[in-house]
T-cell receptor, first 113, second 111 residues
Framework: AQSVSQHNHHVILSEAASLELGCNYSYGGTVNLFWYVQYPGQHLQLLLKYFSGDPLVKGIKGFEAEFIKSKFSFNLRKPSVQWSDTAEYFC???????????FGDGTTLTVKP | DAGVIQSPRHEVTEMGQEVTLRCKPISGHDYLFWYRQTMMRGLELLIYFNNNVPIDDSGMPEDRFSAKMPNASFSTLKIQPSEPRDSAVYFCASATFYGYTFGSGTRLTVV
């Protein structure tokens, strides 16, 4: 069965700390991978996506993610977090050319000022 | 592009009343999804459509919930009768294989 796992349910960091959120997927065939962010009181927004090519993908607000095929992983990173990065982060995967994604359970990031 | 438009933004209703939530997807997106989000259960997929056809409604919690997509530009999620445990934020999202675009959600409170 297709699944996406986010191992950290809640992460707490101080400002300027480095961030890495884990995401592993279990999918047959080639996949498209996504990270979405949901700021408090708002809806989910696309942060970045990977379809093919360079496995290191850069998104908005200084976020990046690395696709490691051998590990079935697509971890999200940011070198220095800010208080405004406090949000819930969702990893998602979909088969290539498919419109439906499977979402992970989300990781809540709290950044202390 | 106005994005995915949901209405109303907030809805407060009494237990037993019918509630209808509305969604206008992005033109050209061939998938439409309805999600429910609560603190206890997180983000739950209720039902999704592909080219206006319901594909999977296994997430619809009970027969009190129904959803329709009469055309490519409109979808509704109806709860009849509503109960306090239906209180949640309901999100509509439209998608292509490039990813999802979510609406701003409807915050439903059933008292």
């Amino acid at each position: 069965a297709q699944s996406v796992s986010q191992h950290n349910h809640h992460v707490i960091l101080s400002e300027a700390a480095s961030l890495e959120l884990g995401c592993n997927y279990s999918y047959g065939g080639t996949v498209n991978l996504f990270w979405y962010v949901q700021y408090p009181g708002q809806h989910l927004q696309l942060l970045l996506k990977y379809f093919s090519g360079d496995p290191l993908v850069k998104g908005i607000k200084g976020f990046e993610a690395e696709f490691i095929k051998s590990k079935f992983s697509f971890n999200l990173r940011k070198p220095s977090v800010q208080w405004s990065d406090t949000a819930e982060y969702f990893c998602a995967a979909a088969n290539t050319n498919a419109g439906k994604s499977t979402f992970g359970d989300g990781t809540t990031l709290t950044v202390k000022p | 592009d106005a994005g995915v438009i949901q209405s109303p933004r907030h809805e407060v209703t009494e237990m037993g009343q019918e509630v209808t939530l509305r969604c206008k997807p992005i033109s050209g997106h061939d998938y439409l999804f309805w999600y429910r989000q609560t603190m206890m259960r997180g983000l739950e997929l209720l039902i999704y459509f592909n080219n206006n056809v319901p594909i999977d409604d296994s997430g619809m919690p009970e027969d009190r919930f129904s959803a329709k997509m009469p055309n490519a530009s409109f979808s509704t999620l109806k709860i009849q009768p509503s109960e306090p445990r239906d209180s949640a934020v309901y999100f509509c999202a439209s998608a292509t294989f490039y990813g999802y675009t979510f609406g701003s959600g409807t915050r439903l409170t059933v008292v």
